[in-house]
């Protein structure tokens, strides 16, 4: 499937012949931002300083009268949890009343999605409409991106539509990344990792400087807990900038209290506890343990937020706001029985996480993977994470331009002393698998890793599935 026809597809749905039919301008719009140069497309590239420059950026908003400047910001950078964290950032200022920008990516189904505004994405005919008016200034500035002009276009919506917060999420990086122009209320650095090594660096520290880019002079920052170097690089920057410094896990405490496929609470309170019952309890859709870290690293936000004038967000508005928060293909379970669960897992460190998750909502599970990963991800410390559950393995190809070649996965698994099938189409892999899941024994579920857009096709498969049975039966 081509993937500019995949990323016009909507969540819930999927009819590209009727979309193309009846959308040609939102589609014709997608065309012409894609004519742009788009990095994470592309297989091989690093920063430099003639690629990556933020001078491009400050030209296109100022053209639009900087409309970044318009609404206070809660900017949002991280290897892992970053947009599990703005999406409780987001839904918590919702709750309190805020109209709430959310800026993401990358997106499942449709380019939309990465600009909503309480929860909606951008119409079709929006967009087309910003895309025109944005053109004759776009043609004025040279070697502009996909990213940044997406970007642009996304600060300009949340202005024309009076949002009145928004929450930002870093695209890659942060020092150099395209969002990194706003002056926000409060910084957050959501956990870091190994990732995007050929670009930000090869060690943790290496990565946080990148990471520690977003922190603004005399701007509140929050960290969750880090790797020692890494939260070492945070702290020297904090103080160079001083800007004041929370660091989860040791300022603000956060401790798990029940779990179940429906849901998981936990316990967050500040290490300068006054009384027994300074605490507040918070209930989460999401599901994992590493979610807890993203809840608990989205309160120290809100607070400090709170702090600098968003005077309306208060602990019940967190509580209501966590409580109604979705965020798609993130230890996601579509059905269960037989169980399937998609997760956006594309690093090691995600994957353990990942298979602590299985083990702890299905210990007694075999797992049957379908994974595909894009050729620059450390494909074999994912799998060598999730080895210990797998009964089977089905790699795929998404139809990302970077997707690894399937025998390049299938050598990874021989390396591992293990084996597996291709099936290259997704939708044709998911199918194989629920149906040999069904009748297996001992129980076995379906998980799907490895890459959001192996994570996306298999959502879009399923949800279309799921509409033909209806109608069938209908």
């Known amino acids: 499937m081509d993937w500019l026809i995949l990323a016009y597809c909507i969540r819930g749905g999927y009819n590209p012949s009727k979309m193309i039919d009846s959308d040609t301008a939102y589609q014709s719009s997608l065309d012409y931002l894609y004519s742009f140069v788009d990095y994470s497309m592309q297989r091989n590239w690093t920063f430099s300083p003639e690629q990556f420059e933020l001078g491009r950026m400050y030209d296109l908003v100022e053209a639009f009268g900087n409309p ?41 189904d449709d380019f939309a999605e990465r600009i909503q505004v309480d929860g909606t994405p951008i119409s079709h005919a929006d967009f087309v409409a910003l895309i025109d008016e944005m053109k004759p200034v776009i043609a004025k500035i040279p070697k502009l991106t996909t990213f940044e002009i997406a970007t642009a276009l996304g600060f300009l919506f949340f202005a024309r539509q009076g949002v009145t917060a928004a929450v930002i999420e870093v695209g890659l990086g942060g020092r150099l990344d395209a969002t990194n122009i706003v002056q926000p209320v409060v910084s957050i650095i959501t956990s870091i990792s190994y990732d995007h090594m050929q670009i930000l660096g090869s060690t943790l520290a290496e990565i946080a400087v990148e990471k520690a880019g ?56 500040p290490k300068s506890q006054r009384e027994v019952n300074d605490f507040l309890d918070i209930e989460l859709n999401l599901l994992g343990a590493h979610q807890l870290e993203n809840a608990a690293t989205a309160f120290t936000g809100l607070q400090i937020a709170r702090q600098q004038g968003l005077e ?28 399937l ?35 620059d991800k450390d494909i074999s410390g ?3 994470e999730l080895a210990p559950r797998l009964a089977e393995v089905i790699v795929v190809k998404s139809f990302h331009p970077r997707a690894a070649k399937p025998q390049l996965i299938m050598d990874q698994l021989a390396a591992l002393g293990l084996s597996g099938r291709v099936i290259e189409d997704v939708a044709q892999a998911l199918m194989v698998a629920l149906n040999s899941a069904k009748s297996a024994q001992p129980p076995r579920l379906v998980l799907v890793a490895g890459s959001i857009f192996v994570a996306a096709g298999a959502r879009i498969a399923w949800y279309k599935q799921f509409q033909n049975n209806a109608e069938e039966k209908s």
């Open 312 to 339: 309306h967000l208060d602990n019940a508005a967190v509580v209501a706001g966590f409580g109604h928060t979705e965020w798609p293909a993130r230890f996601e379970i579509l059905q269960r029985n037989p169980p």
């Open 382 to 384: 994912m799998l060598a």
């Open 68 to 108: 970044h400047h318009k609404y206070p910001i809660l900017h949002i950078a991280g290897t892992k949890g970053k947009g599990s964290t703005a999406a409780l950032c987001a839904s918590s200022l919702h709750s309190a009343g805020y109209r709430v920008g959310l800026y993401t990516s990358p997106h499942l």
């Open 214 to 269: 977003i922190i603004k002079h005399k701007t509140p920052v929050v960290i969750a807990p880090q790797q020692p170097e890494a939260r070492q690089v945070f702290i020297d920057v904090a103080a160079e900038r001083q800007s004041p410094l929370t660091q989860v896990g040791l300022d603000v405490h956060f401790a798990p209290l029940d779990h179940s496929l429906d849901g998981q609470r936990l316990r967050i309170w």
């Open 341 to 375: 669960i998609l997760d956006c897992a594309h690093n090691r460190d995600s994957a353990l996480r990942l298979r602590q998750a299985l083990d702890d909502y299905f210990s007694g599970w075999h797992v049957c993977l379908i994974f595909g990963a894009s050729e």
